[in-house]
């Protein structure tokens, strides 16, 4: 017999185990629970926005072509604010692929890379340069772009926002996944938020 301790909960499980591996236990597993979305004020001064890879070529599942209204949303509110907004692409895109309601305006920078936005790109120095302290994560795919250029910045040593309302993935269990893994991986834990648009407050 084998016990889980849930790392969010603290709920212990008992299960049996006979030279098994996750694969055989898959089925047997229990979910966590779902994570409280916490309210965030971010100083806009010091936060980024980061728009990752919202390209209509790849953006065409109705999860994220409904997490573009959000986005916008807090794409208008971070330019009212004076925040720095940056985007990617993936390999093969191109700044017309973005999704016109969130297309680039003029000066906003843009990374390309894979799915860690901070590999062989200047996004650290960009964030550097205005003196960015924490990012909030919005974009395509929650297991993909988000999740990976969220670990990378909290590796550097960013506090991480991810408004879920605002990523989205293929199936919605890569988006639970990666909400999981943002609150319990020992990379980004103690520094990751989850939280939803309207939980977000701003101060100047």
């Not at 409280?36 to 980024?48: G, H, I, N, R, S």
Request: glycine residues 4%; charged residues 15%; aromatic residues 8%.
């Amino acid at each position: 017999m084998m016990i889980y301790r849930c790392p969010t909960c603290g709920v212990c499980y008992e299960y049996y185990c006979q030279d098994q591996t996750i694969i055989d236990e898959w089925n047997t597993i229990p979910t966590p629970p779902a994570p409280e979305l916490q309210p965030v004020c971010v100083d806009t001064k010091t936060t980024a926005l980061l728009v990752l890879d919202m390209e209509t070529t790849i953006c065409k599942n109705q999860r994220c072509i409904a997490s573009i209204s959000r986005i916008h949303y807090l794409l208008n509110i971070a330019r009212e604010m004076g925040m720095l907004v940056v985007y990617s692409l993936t390999h093969t895109g191109s700044p017309s692929d973005i999704a016109w309601q969130l297309a680039p305006l003029p000066g906003e920078p843009l990374v390309k890379s894979n799915v860690d936005k901070f590999y062989q790109t200047n996004l650290e120095e960009i964030l550097q340069k205005y003196g960015i302290h924490t990012v909030i994560v919005t974009g395509y795919a929650a297991n993909g772009a988000v999740l990976h250029t969220a670990v990378s910045a909290a590796f550097r040593g960013y506090d991480i926002i991810i408004p879920v309302d605002c990523i989205s993935a293929v199936n919605p269990y890569a988006e639970q996944y990666t909400a999981w893994h943002m609150l319990n991986s020992p990379g980004s834990r103690d520094r990751a938020t989850l939280t939803k648009t309207n939980l977000i407050a701003y101060s100047t």
